[in-house]
């Protein structure tokens, strides 16, 4: 490698943490984006005109930009036509294409260690026989010369062991993450359903015993296939089937992983898979001796896995349980018959009333509002309040929408301030003194029984405590429980009213009775 090669990589590296780093905070995100983007473009341009491998160049150009253009091309394309709220779609699929990539890293290096194993072989063997002509020349006996042969077989033996464990590491994690994020693509946009058999728990525990069964039985027998010593590496056929077999199982495990987790449990699922991604890519980077892959990839590893623990705990999910896939519809409807007394509605002038004359107003935005469209006539009905002298603020679940920062990200979109945006404790300390609290489509993340009821399926989960405010109204749709399948205890609560209708027409209309109070 050259040191000007090193030298951008060092600079691409430094790039990533940067990016990173600004990524953090609302109001540098973009700017982060963009510097991370510099240094993978400063890398990429580095590679194809620099890299060096045993004095050879990159060739095939032809080949390498046309696959650059054809992927900037739907990149694009696919970001400036992508609706907001399709983004978890978009940013699920891409992250698959991340981990397909590592696959066929994985696929190609593979071939690659078949042909230079079997071609050093047989350079081994030439120069093993050219050394054993010599010695016979000598008169050396046939005691001394198959010693000496010993000898120099054990001399050019390569363990291939390390460098096929790598190979396999990101064949399995990039392959999960593929199949996985396909999966989860498709379940967020409706064309996956959520799909659960009997004894699915143990049948993805099987699934991952074969993974590592097939993975063991590669590393064990990678240098009996090929040894250094052997003619060109012999015959292989089983021992490609393996491997191939492998990258099936993990396809199906990615499938089974993915398979029965429903809509609202997606965001632990897309920082888990985001996660995968990374890791496959730092291993890309051992193989390719990269540095600016294998920190990108650990930085996008370990992230993704901070914001996996972070959202498990927002969920009240184990990791352990995420990992075999335990988690999702199998608590669906456990308790969505229970009776909890009658509601009571709130007509559009009477909410119109009580938000325009409060002092403090919290808005809870859920999937609700990325469902109905309506980021966009909320920012108005916010800045409608503010000319009356209304301090209006967001409150934000972590979990709230179909991936990690939705509700930031849908709220960004349509310029609402990063500093009206509270995280959950933040929202959960103003509450008290909150006059009211408007709901839009949230459910489960303001469920009281998550703190009261042992009995329930969101028992222990952190939850935006709206029931403190003095007055609660919530827009949904109907009465229809949410994800968990149980009936929310905050809607029969005295202090709460139910106003229902789709989103942005409720939205609209509160607006347009707003400003004749």
């Known amino acids: ?128 026989h050219q050394v054993g002509d010599m010695m016979e020349q000598l008169g050396t006996s046939s005691r001394e010369f198959m010693e000496q042969r010993n000898l120099l077989q054990e001399m050019f033996k390569v363990d291939y062991r390390g460098t096929l464990l790598i190979i396999l590491l990101g064949l399995i994690i990039g392959a999960v993450s593929f199949a996985g994020s396909v999966i989860a693509w498709g379940k967020l946009n409706g064309r996956v359903k959520d799909f659960a058999f009997p004894a699915q728990h143990i049948v993805n525990m099987i699934v991952l015993g074969v993974i590592v069964i097939l993975a063991a039985a590669l590393l064990i027998h990678v240098n009996d296939v090929y040894p250094l010593w052997a003619h060109g590496g012999g015959s292989a056929t089983g021992f490609n089937l393996l491997f191939y077999g492998l990258l099936i199982v993990s396809l199906i495990y990615g499938v089974l992983f993915v398979l029965p987790i429903g809509g609202a449990d997606m965001p632990v699922v897309i920082s888990l898979l985001n ?180 009995t329930s399926p969101i028992y222990g989960m952190p939850i935006l405590e709206v029931e403190h405010a003095k007055v609660v109204i919530v827009n949904k749709r109907s009465m229809k429980p949410g994800y968990a399948g149980i009936e929310n205890d905050l809607f029969f609560q005295p202090k709460t009213s139910m106003l229902f209708g789709d989103a942005k027409q409720v939205l609209q209309q509160l607006v347009a009775e707003i400003k004749q109070v």
């Open 275 to 454: 996660s995968f991604t990374g890791v496959a890519a730092a291993f890309g980077g051992f193989l390719y001796n990269n540095p600016v892959m294998l920190t990108g990839g650990i930085l996008v590893g370990s992230a993704g896995t901070i914001l996996t623990i972070l959202m498990c705990k927002a969920m009240n999910r184990s990791l352990k349980n995420v990992l075999i896939g335990s988690f999702g519809g199998s608590k669906s409807g456990a308790v969505a018959g229970k009776e909890q007394g009658a509601y009571k509605e709130i007509s559009l002038s009477d909410a119109a009333v009580v938000l325009a004359y409060a002092n403090k107003v919290m808005i809870v935005p859920g999937y609700g509002l990325a469902v109905a469209q309506a980021q966009h006539v909320c920012h108005e009905l916010e800045r409608l309040l503010e000319e009356k002298g209304v301090e209006v603020k967001y409150a934000i679940h972590p979990v709230a929408g179909r991936m990690p920062g939705h509700m930031n990200v849908l709220l960004a979109e349509a310029d609402v301030s990063y500093d009206k945006l509270l995280e959950m404790e933040e929202a959960n300390a103003e509450l008290p003194t909150t006059d009211a609290v408007l709901v839009l489509g949230a459910n489960d993340v303001v469920n009281p029984a998550a703190k009261t009821d042992a």
């Open 1 to 128: 490698m050259s040191s000007i090669l090193s030298i951008i990589y060092l600079i691409g590296s430094v790039t990533f943490i940067l990016g990173l780093k600004m990524l953090s905070k609302p109001d540098t995100a973009r700017k982060g984006n963009l510097v991370a983007a510099a240094g993978m473009a400063l890398a990429i341009v580095g590679t194809i005109f620099l890299y060096e491998s045993e004095g050879a160049k990159l060739h095939n150009y032809g080949w390498i930009f046309a696959g650059l253009l054809i992927g900037t091309v739907i990149g694009v394309m696919a970001a400036k036509r992508v609706k907001m709220t399709a983004m978890p779609e978009m940013v699920s699929m891409f992250n698959g294409m991340g981990g397909a990539c590592a696959a066929l890293i994985s696929i190609i290096e593979f071939g690659h260690l078949a042909g230079n194993s079997g071609s050093a072989g047989a350079a081994a063997m030439i120069k093993i």
